[in-house]
Every structure is written in C-alpha cells, then in structure tokens.
C-alpha cells in the first residue's frame, strides 16, 4: 500500500528554518516525480517544487533560494528545508507523488496527510 | 505562469442534481490538465488527468472534457459524498499551477 508521512511542522519565526520529511512506503521515491503542495489556511493549492527521479528539481519562484528539496534513497524519504522563513510560508505543507503519467506528465496520484508550518513572532 | 481561472467559486447543489465546474487557462495547455477533489482537513484526491481520463476507483459519475484553454468537470448525479472543493491543475509547464478552487455544497 502506497503511503507518504510528512513530519516536521511546528511553529517557527520569521527568518527561522525548518526541514520538513515525508517518509513513503509502498513505492520507491527515487523512481518517482515527488512534489511539496501547500495550501494556507482557508485558501487553495500552491505547488512548491518537484524532484525527478534522475535528482533534478524544479521551484515555484516564491520558495527559490530558500528552499531545498531532498531525498534519502536509502531511507525512502524526502525533505524539503526551508530557510529564511516568512508568513506567508505558513501553511500544510503536502508531499505528492507523481505516479499517473499521460505524455510525460505526472500528476499527483497519492497525497500525504500534510504537516501545518506557522511562521509567527 | 500559466494562470487557471474556476467558475464558479461556489456551487449549491442538490443530491441527484448535474453540476459543471469550469476551468479556463491563461494560454493553452493542450491537455494537460488534472481536477482534485478536497474534503475539510483532507488531502487532496486525483479525479481526472489529461482532461478527460478518470483515474482508477473513481466513481463513472464524474468526467472531464476539454483541451487548449476551457476544460469542464462534470458530476453527472450529485451524491452526498461530493460535497467538496475541486481544483482544477495544469501540467503543461513550470510552475505548475492550480485553480483558486470550486465549493460545492448542499442546497
């Protein structure tokens, strides 16, 4: 059974950082497109950043520079570090898989539970 | 960025009603586009892909149609369990984007 655990999450100030993990089971990262979603309080789905399975990553232009995304192959997990935090980072932050594939496009097939981030003096 | 505009933002519906969400994109996307169901504290669930294909174990009720700017989702009989908010996602290039979101809820 296909499983993402993100953990990490908590309350943090502004300029903190913060490294977030989402533990998969079932599947192997590493042969899989795995994005960071997140979505603020009350509000709609934001993509952050992907990491191919050949190591490359991409990153939604708000978290370039401050955000690094991942992965252990030997732990099956994933990490995203966010440094120089602000507000408007506070969020659930999401761990997805990409695992349905249509003409090289891989859309987010299994989701985590999300672990909330809050950015706040 | 490719922008997603959803119409509408709020839906009220009856339970065996039809109901249309509409995405339009800011430029063409083919057909890469993907619609997600949210329940309240939920993650979000993969309904359709590429526009129009239903991923496995959803329900045959729900469809897609659409290519370039203008993609619909169609619920065909509204059941209890489909109150929710759906977005809509593009695939077509970076940044991947999302609608602001549809709610649909109980009349």
């Known amino acids: 059974e296909v499983q993402l655990v993100e953990s990490g999450g908590g309350l943090i100030q502004p300029g903190g950082s913060l490294r977030l993990s989402c533990a998969a089971s079932g599947f192997i990262v590493s042969n899989n497109f795995m994005n960071w979603v997140r979505q603020a309080p009350g509000k709609g789905l934001e993509w952050v950043s992907i990491?191919?399975?050949?190591?490359?990553?991409y990153y939604a232009d708000s978290v370039k520079g401050r955000f690094t995304f991942s992965r252990d192959n030997s732990k099956n997990t994933l990490y995203l570090q966010m440094n120089s935090l602000r507000a408007e980072d506070t969020a659930v932050y999401y761990c997805a898989r990409g695992g349905t594939s249509w003409q090289g496009k891989y859309y987010f097939d299994y989701w985590g539970q999300g672990t909330l981030v809050t950015v706040s003096s | 960025d490719i922008q997603l505009t959803q119409s509408p933002s709020f839906l009220s519906a009856s339970v065996e009603d039809r109901v249309t969400i509409t995405c339009r994109a800011s430029q063409g996307i083919s057909s890469y586009l993907g619609w997600y169901q949210q329940k309240p504290g939920k993650a979000p669930k993969l309904l359709i892909y590429?526009?129009?294909t239903l991923q496995s174990g959803v329900p045959s009720r729900f469809s897609g149609s659409g290519s370039g700017t203008e993609f619909t989702l169609t619920i065909s009989s509204l059941q209890p369990e489909d109150f929710a908010t759906y977005f809509c996602q593009q695939l077509n290039s970076y940044p991947i984007t999302f609608g602001q979101g549809t709610r649909l809820e109980i009349k």
């Open positions: 990491i191919y399975s050949d190591g490359n990553t």
């Open positions: 590429a526009a129009s």
